[in-house]
């Protein structure tokens, strides 16, 4: 049976580096004959901000992006560290969309929770203008840590796989092909993954 994976750009640029990594990558995982559906962030028409909390009706394009996760074995998620951590448009994704009883549910009178997303396993191709070691060592992936542990594993998408692609503001066009080429690569491991 063919892979369903669900390719999420969530850099709010369309034709930035992410995006284009994001392409690659679900054509890698294309040719290599898993089903692929793709969301642009920055194209749903939703309101980032919860601020009716977890009642907030989801407009029809969270809709759609809950059946697509539903749908998916993997999720790729590609994104800039900005701050330290995603952009404000993938945080309101997120926000919006993993909600009690569809990504996880408390169970009652008890401080442990249902991971409803389970079965389905994650990749993050993430682009940053400091050097990952730098990320890594120094300010201790704070925007790796939020997304693996504290929003996907916490919701029981596991493993959960991250690639770190920086510097970028200095990188050569020759590096950055490169790693155009790398989530191509990555994309076509994607499909193949059992």
């Not at 750009?9 to 284009?20: D, E, F, Q, R, T």
């Not at 692929?36 to 939703?46: E, M, S």
């Not at 999720?75 to 993993?98: H, N, S, T």
């Amino acid at each position: 049976m063919a892979r369903h994976i669900l390719v999420i750009l969530g850099h709010p640029v369309a034709g930035s580096l992410c995006a284009g990594m994001a392409r690659a990558y679900a054509e890698g995982a294309q040719r290599a004959g898993a089903h692929v559906r793709f969301l642009d962030l920055g194209q749903l028409a939703f309101n980032p901000s919860l601020h009716a909390g977890y009642g907030q009706a989801l407009e029809p394009d969270l809709q759609v992006a809950q059946a697509d996760i539903t749908w998916a074995h993997h999720l790729v998620w590609v994104y800039p560290i900005w701050w330290g951590a995603m952009p404000a448009v993938l945080k309101g994704f997120i926000d919006r969309v993993f909600l009690p009883g569809y990504a996880f549910k408390y169970r009652k009178g008890s401080s442990l929770w249902d991971r409803l997303l389970a079965g389905r396993s994650a990749e993050l191709l993430v682009t940053m203008d400091s050097p990952p070691w730098y990320f890594r060592w120094v300010t201790r992936m704070p925007g790796h840590h939020q997304m693996k542990k504290a929003i996907l594993e916490f919701s029981g998408i596991r493993p959960v796989k991250v690639h770190s692609f920086g510097p970028v503001r200095t990188a050569s066009p020759e590096r950055l092909k490169q790693w155009l080429g790398r989530a191509e690569q990555l994309g076509e491991r994607g499909a193949a993954a059992v």
